[in-house]
């Protein structure tokens, strides 16, 4: 065993947050009630406590108890079913609050409202590498962090340390009384040395058979020879204890992961003010676009999060038909979205992110500044944004041909700016109607002989003579398609009045099936 | 005395600078001082010779109304509209493309298919499609689409007019909008299903107003020419109303119209029997 590996610099900053009562103090946040509160799930036929809040605790109840005999011991209770679901979703929405910390932030998957075991704690990473400077420093940074869930009502734990392992410890076991600690880098080693074994983040079956070896602490388990620990308890141990040192890597997975473009605009004081939070998009806008200009990129999608006071984030997002980086253009596009922002108590971090950025391709000038062609594209393309922004992104569209001899089948849409492809699509021989309905209708029709088109039809209730007629266009069913349907023949007709439809016959005639008449469109 | 007075110019002017001066008058009146583009010759006499400038005038707004509840039973205006901006997209091939805003809240008379608008000669791939939730909407999107140079036309199908419901101020705004950007505008929408006096004319300030509906084909049976009956109701400063509807045929092919004349094609109203004479081919596919 090496010490040098240790003692190198350790270039990572991890901080763990663990919030012990997260699942009842978040129903105490929004349904206040001073008696104490217990969760509960079902578990082998009887009611299981899976999380108790602060007066329960004191009054001695702790997760896994039964119902029963929890009430027995405080019978004025505030019983309620444990949704891991909703807890996690909750979680989600804190750790997205985390993001003005950092971007790299995930759930800790073994935590209680992640994995669903008995405790309702919740926890979260952060990786803070190179970010704690923006704050003041670590210390400021992770004060600041727990002052502020203390604020909202949630008992929060924190550590930074150099591994995730080492945090995740701390912020458990060994979290001082303020409920925030920072371990100096280099110093994982002592930081959990006397720390119970649990702190390695053990199944709870190898603390027990470590136990009855009396193997209490993490110093233990460090200081045995690796071979004779691997031999008796599994690889487990000895994975833990690097990583927690650092001589293993282990990655945590971000919620998003972050974009290359993000610029984040903090405040000294909670703004609301529409006016306000317009002046702090623009000076985003205008840092990002021209940041843009220089590496010569653009806007495709981007998207503006705002993290309010009060712990919660939200999100504002834009995309354009071709690469944009003109702030005041883009301002535009913002603006009309503003006003159905609510900021709640005040917004206290702004953060840009190009979600999706490309390349542009500037145009040739000429001496007067700008081609008239090229203006009148960029006026276009901004006319798609306009629409496409305020009507939704799947309400501007432009018909794509698909080959495919189904009527119904043989067109898509795609968005507005995708490239088009009609001139090269193989066009059917005889004319189509001009409406197509999105399903045939059926159609009560005489025709004087089974193959001839129909003499007279009813169709919607109204009665239709048929004048003239042409056809039939014969469409065989796609058969490798399941759910296929029959052979059909398409007629033209037009009634007595001019008015032209498009009919079909389904079944082969021919061979003695029986023929059913369906409306299919309106001819021009 | 005897003073010697100034003499009047001449008061008499040739017709020729009548003309221009009432060119004059008319960019003064629209502010811009643009010159008015010639129109779209739509190719048929009789259509020509009715409106000014010998053709449908380009940058203003243009009414199309099809017979009542039209979307649902009888697609001739669609037709009829499809062709103009098919002869629009010919005479501009450099210019930008077609919005196009369906009414899709009603299905009943299905969506826009677009193999079948090709067919009639339009470009598809110049068509854009935007879906809208109502006729405010629609309206919005339009107004946004005439102001933006660089679009050839836009369109908007709208809902049919309620009886005594005017809105002029919005025909005004769009006919206002497509002057000052060149784009072509047209407003499609079902007449009303009883009325059809005044109370049931919505835009005032059209540039043309058109009723289009289904005629019967007087053409031969082989002829797949789709006809229709079209009437300039009115038009601004049209040369003459042609106040009978006039039955004119689309060629997809030379993108032209033509007048057709005669008598529909004999149809059997005695006996259920239809006089079928259409091509029958098979066209074995898939």
């Known amino acids: 065993m090496t010490v040098s590996h240790e003692n190198s610099p350790q270039s990572r900053r991890i901080l763990s947050l663990w919030l012990p009562r997260f699942a009842t103090e978040r129903r105490d946040i929004e349904t206040p009630d001073g008696r104490p509160q217990v969760l509960t799930r079902a578990e082998r036929g009887r009611l299981v406590l899976t999380a108790v809040d602060g007066h329960a605790t004191a009054a001695g109840l702790e997760p896994g108890m039964a119902l029963a005999d929890a009430r027995a011991m405080e019978p004025d209770l505030v019983v309620d079913e444990w949704s891991m679901e909703a807890d996690g979703a909750r979680l989600r929405d804190l750790a997205r609050w985390c993001l003005r910390y950092t971007p790299l932030v995930s759930l800790d998957p073994s935590s209680s409202c992640v994995s669903g075991t008995i405790g309702g704690d919740a926890g979260v990473w952060l990786d803070v590498t190179g970010c704690a400077h923006l704050f003041g420093g670590e210390e400021a940074m992770v004060a600041d962090l727990v002052n502020r869930l203390a604020g909202l009502g ?121 006016e306000d939070l317009a002046h702090g998009v623009r000076r985003l806008l205008a840092r990002m676009c021209a940041r843009l200009e220089r590496e010569r990129a653009g806007f495709r999608r981007l998207r503006i999060d705002f993290f309010r006071a009060d712990g919660s984030t939200r999100s504002l997002s834009l995309s354009t038909g071709r690469p944009a980086r003109d702030p005041e253009a883009l301002f535009r596009l913002i603006d009309g979205k503003l006003d159905h922002l609510d900021p709640g108590f005040g917004v206290d971090v702004m953060v840009l992110e190009g979600e999706w950025v490309e390349g542009t391709v500037s145009h040739q000038r000429d001496l007067a500044g700008a081609t008239a062609a090229g203006r009148d594209d960029e006026a276009v393309s901004a006319l798609l944004d306009r629409l496409t922004n305020r009507l939704g992104p799947t309400r501007v569209h432009r018909p794509l041909p698909v080959e495919s001899h189904l009527p119904e089948r043989a067109e898509t849409r795609a968005p507005a700016q995708s490239p088009a492809r009609w001139k090269t699509a193989a066009m059917p021989p005889v004319p189509r109607p001009i409406r197509l309905l999105s399903r045939p209708e059926p159609v009560a029709a005489i025709a004087l002989l089974p193959d001839h088109p129909p003499a007279r039809f009813q169709w919607r209730g109204v009665d239709y003579r048929v004048a003239r007629a042409a056809g039939p266009e014969r469409v065989a069913p796609e058969w490798w398609r399941s759910g296929s349907s029959q052979t059909r023949d398409y007629f033209r007709v037009e009634d007595d009045e001019g008015r032209r439809f498009w009919l079909y016959r389904e079944g082969l005639v021919e061979r003695g099936q029986a023929a059913a008449w369906m409306m299919h469109g309106l001819m021009a | 005395m005897n003073i010697k007075c100034k003499p009047f110019p001449e008061a008499s002017a040739a017709p020729a600078d009548v003309g221009a001066l009432r060119e004059l008058v008319r960019r003064m009146e629209r502010g811009d001082g643009s010159v008015s583009a010639r129109g779209l010759t739509l ?50 091939p450099h210019e930008g493309p077609v919005i196009w805003c369906p009414r899709s809240a009603n299905l009943l008379g299905g969506a826009l298919y677009t193999r079948g608008l090709a067919g009639l000669g339009l470009d598809a791939d110049r068509l854009i499609l935007v879906e809208t939730r109502d006729e405010a909407e629609r309206i919005w999107a339009l107004e946004e689409a005439l102001s933006t140079k660089g679009v050839l036309a836009a369109l908007a199908e709208l809902d049919p007019v309620r009886a005594g419901k005017r809105d002029d101020r919005t025909g005004r705004r769009l006919q206002l909008a497509a002057e000052r950007s060149g784009v072509t505008g047209f407003l499609l929408r079902p007449r009303m299903a009883t009325a059809s006096g005044p109370a049931a004319r ?78 029958r081919h098979y066209d074995r596919v898939a």
Request: glycine share 8%; hydrophobic share 45%; net charge neutral.
């Open chain 1, 154 to 274: 949630l008992t929060a734990h924190a550590a930074l340390a150099g591994t995730p392992g080492v945090a995740w410890a701390i912020a458990h076991l060994a979290a001082p009384a303020r409920g925030w600690c920072v371990v100096p880098d280099g110093q994982e080693r002592a930081a959990i040395r006397d720390l119970p074994t649990v702190a390695l983040r053990l199944p709870a079956a190898d603390v027990e058979a470590l136990e009855r070896m009396g193997l209490r602490t993490a110093g233990h388990l460090m200081d045995l020879p690796r071979g004779p620990l691997t031999a008796r308890f599994g690889i487990e141990p000895g994975r833990r204890i690097d990583q927690a040192l650092g001589r293993i890597g282990e990655p945590i997975t971000p919620l998003a992961p972050p974009a290359p473009h993000r610029v984040r605009f903090g405040l000294p004081e909670p703004i609301a003010d529409r």
């Open chain 2, 43 to 92: 190719g048929c006499q009789a259509l020509d010779d009715a409106l000014p400038e010998g053709g449908l005038p380009l940058g203003r707004v243009h009414e199309i109304l099809g017979p009542a509840r039209s979307d649902v039973r009888d697609a001739a205006a669609f037709g009829f509209t499809t062709a103009l901006l098919a002869l629009l997209m010919e005479a501009r």
């Open chain 2, 202 to 279: 919505a835009t005032t300030h059209v540039e043309s107003r058109w009723q289009v509906s289904a005629a019967p084909s007087p053409l031969a049976p082989h002829d797949t020419r789709p006809v229709w009956s079209v009437m300039l109701e009115r038009a601004k400063r049209a040369r003459r109303m042609t106040s009978e509807p006039c039955r004119i045929a689309w060629d997809p092919e030379h993108l032209s119209f033509s007048e057709v004349v005669g008598r529909p094609t004999e149809v059997a109203h005695d006996s259920p029997v239809p006089d079928v004479r259409g091509d």
